[in-house]
């Protein structure tokens, strides 16, 4: 399998990107960048700006948030989507535990692609909407 039918298969594993045809996985998995990074290398640090998408090639990163590791991710898993569509402060640092390869989708990127692509951006709305309305369903009533 070549790289981006694999972070295909990925992206459309992420919430954000569910239900996006084939075609479109491929225009967003075009933008990315591959980066590599030693051990102990800080990805996203918590209380900052987000712009950046990670999806793990290689490796794991832990999640904290404060002191405390809130979770580990490896190889196909992902941080930082939030990031692509709002412009709040990151809720979590994440640090490579291990050297790592990462595919990273800037915030600037996604957007240009937005606008170059509408019916993309209708998908991701739909999505966003259905999540938003099954989280409400899911909320405990008082």
Do not use: C, N
């Not at 919430?15 to 075009?30: A, D, E, M, N, T």
């Not at 990670?54 to 898993?77: H, M, N, S, W, Y």
């Not at 990151?90 to 957007?111: D, I, N, Q, Y």
């Not at 606008?115 to 991701?124: G, K």
Request: glycine share 8%.
């Amino acid at each position: 399998m070549d790289r981006h039918a694999w972070i295909d298969e990925q992206l459309a594993a992420v919430p954000l990107f569910q239900g996006l045809s084939k075609k479109q996985l491929r225009r967003i998995s075009s933008l990315m960048t591959r980066i590599d990074r030693p051990a102990g290398q800080v990805l996203t640090t918590e209380g900052q700006p987000g712009y950046e998408f990670f999806i793990v090639l290689e490796g794991e990163v832990e999640v904290r948030q404060g002191d405390r590791v809130v979770a580990t991710r490896r190889r196909g898993e992902y941080v930082g989507e939030i990031a692509l569509l709002d412009k709040r402060p990151r809720t979590a640092t994440v640090v490579g535990t291990t050297p790592v390869s990462v595919e990273v989708l800037s915030r600037r990127e996604f957007m240009s692609l937005l606008t170059e692509a509408p019916e993309l951006s209708e998908q991701i709305l739909a999505t966003m909407a259905q999540r938003l309305a099954d989280l409400e369903t899911q909320a405990p009533t008082g």
